[in-house]
């Protein structure tokens, strides 16, 4: 079956180079104040209609490459890399994944903010937590504690684990969405996952889960998206549980890198297991 007409300009399924121009990103006063209203009245959103909303208001359009690959229904998982830059809010790659996915999609968040060596740290986390749990609920995401790992979190990510465990067995055709990194690169290059990354991973496969590759980057004044095939995450049971975590977060991460430009993929180019 051929895929469904994208609103969105396409372009042939390579990676551009980069440029120093950039994209005008800019949110639609009407939904900002929609979506603020939903927040204090904790009102229900649909996140794939308001990411739709902003990607008409980007100028230029997407960009968006490897389109034959986007899921038009799960069960799956897209992970996708993740950075920002000053003028880029991370926000806006959730959104342009949303907004080309048929469906509407569950993403897993951070529920707070750390400001790592900001003398207002302690009062960001306790603001930023307020702020995400309820923007969460309103788009009915799911939630985990910030990365890289504290001691003081180790219980509470293990239960958002086993929360997420069982939304995708309720739901079985659920298309998850994911930031193996799972925090910000602020030049754009892809960073290697925190340590239990892998294993969760491996449990989201385990429960079914087919993994589709994302890569955004901009590149020629244009945010660019690019989606690669389908794969499935499957290691050896024999391997140690570190060598398994490890391996596991490096096919993931090594997917992605190839989809974004050479000097995007860090650590990760070449990637000989990408087929």
Avoid: K
């Amino acid at each position: 079956m051929n895929p469904p007409a994208s609103p969105y300009r396409s372009a042939p399924d390579v990676s551009p180079p980069r440029s120093a121009s950039s994209p005008r990103y800019s949110f639609p006063p009407h939904l900002v104040a929609a979506v603020g209203i939903a927040w204090l009245l904790r009102r229900r959103r649909s996140f794939r209609h308001d990411a739709q909303t902003c990607l008409r208001r980007l100028s230029p359009p997407l960009r968006l490459l490897g389109e034959a690959y986007i899921p038009q229904h799960g069960p799956c998982v897209i992970t996708f890399n993740h950075y920002h830059r000053p003028g880029f809010n991370a926000l806006w790659i959730a959104l342009a994944i949303a907004a080309v996915v048929p469906v509407e999609m569950h993403f897993v968040m951070t529920e707070e903010w750390t400001f790592p060596g900001r003398w207002y740290a302690p009062l960001g986390q306790i603001a930023s937590h307020i702020v995400l749990r309820r923007a969460a609920r309103m788009y009915d995401f799911s939630t985990m504690p910030p990365m890289p790992p504290r001691p003081q979190d180790v219980e509470r990510r293990a239960q958002a684990v086993l929360r997420v465990l069982n939304r995708v067995r309720r739901n079985p055709d659920l298309v998850l969405g994911l930031s193996a990194e799972g925090g910000d690169s602020p030049d754009g290059t892809l960073m290697a996952p925190p340590p239990g990354a892998g294993r969760f991973a491996l449990l989201l496969a385990a429960a079914g889960l087919h993994f589709v590759p994302a890569g955004i980057f901009e590149a020629e004044g244009t945010l660019c998206l690019q989606f690669g095939p389908a794969y499935d995450l499957r290691l050896s049971q024999h391997l140690p549980p570190e060598e398994r975590d490890a391996l596991a977060a490096r096919i993931v991460m090594e997917h992605i890198a190839a989809q974004l430009p050479e000097a995007l993929r860090g650590e990760f180019s070449p990637y000989p297991r990408v087929p």
